[in-house]
T-cell receptor, first 110, second 115 residues
């Protein structure tokens, strides 16, 4: 069993839709939770970072962490074609070994 | 501001050949990393360097060696390439705090094919 599970998609939505992306994990020691966005043939870039449980909002993006369920989510409001990318969840216990999910491909249609 | 720069961007090797992937960062970060990305597997850590002068194994180190040349540069070497090493390789860097929290800055990747 992988430490971090993420539905690979693809997920296709119309422009303006609310997008929900999710990951589950098995290791309760994870304390830091990240979402990275990766455009085709580019490197991942950090979108959001959350410590422990709770919500964090940044513009159209909201990250949620539920440590009791070992479940994290990223919500994108008013989705745009420019949001079309692969979204990677990532987690860390502290230290240098960040664990990544396999990524969900998102397509936002104009 | 270049961030993290990787060379080469593309490479094709024959089984048994050797090569070195180069990485440099200009953000004055202490820590540097090499990941590989394969379909359905996500990013997997090969090696990392917590600070200049140190290197440690990650999740999938077999078949690779690394050198932290100085604070800016971290290279990855394949001594005898195998088809299983066909992948996209990413170099990343982080500050001290970022190393703890997983806030990494990635290069654009090096696509390696081993025939």
């Amino acid at each position: 069993q992988k430490e971090v599970e993420q539905d690979p998609g693809p997920l296709s939505v119309p422009e303006g839709a609310i997008v929900s992306l999710n990951c589950t994990y098995s290791n309760s020691a994870f304390q830091y939770f990240m979402w990275y966005r990766q455009y085709s043939r580019k490197g991942p870039e950090l979108l959001m970072y959350t410590y422990s449980s709770g919500n964090k909002e940044d513009g159209r993006f909201t990250a949620q962490v539920d440590k009791s369920s070992k479940y994290i989510s990223l919500f994108i409001r008013d989705s745009q074609p420019s949001d079309s990318a692969t979204y990677l969840c990532a987690m860390s216990r502290g230290g240098f070994k960040t664990i990544f999910g396999a990524g969900t491909r998102l397509f936002v249609k104009a | 501001n270049a961030g993290v720069t990787q060379t080469p961007k593309f490479q094709v090797l024959k089984t048994g050949q050797s090569m070195t992937l180069q990485c440099a960062q200009d953000m004055n970060h202490n820590s540097m990393y090499w990941y590989r990305q394969d379909p359905g597997m996500g990013l997997r850590l090969i090696y990392y360097s917590a600070s200049e002068g140190t290197t440690d194994k990650g999740e999938v180190p077999n078949g690779y060696n690394v050198s932290r040349l100085n604070k800016r540069e971290f290279s990855l070497r394949l001594e005898s390439a195998a088809p299983s090493q066909t992948s996209v390789y990413f170099c990343a860097s982080s500050s001290r705090g970022g190393a703890n929290t997983g806030e990494l800055f990635f290069g654009e990747g090096s696509r390696l094919t081993v025939l």
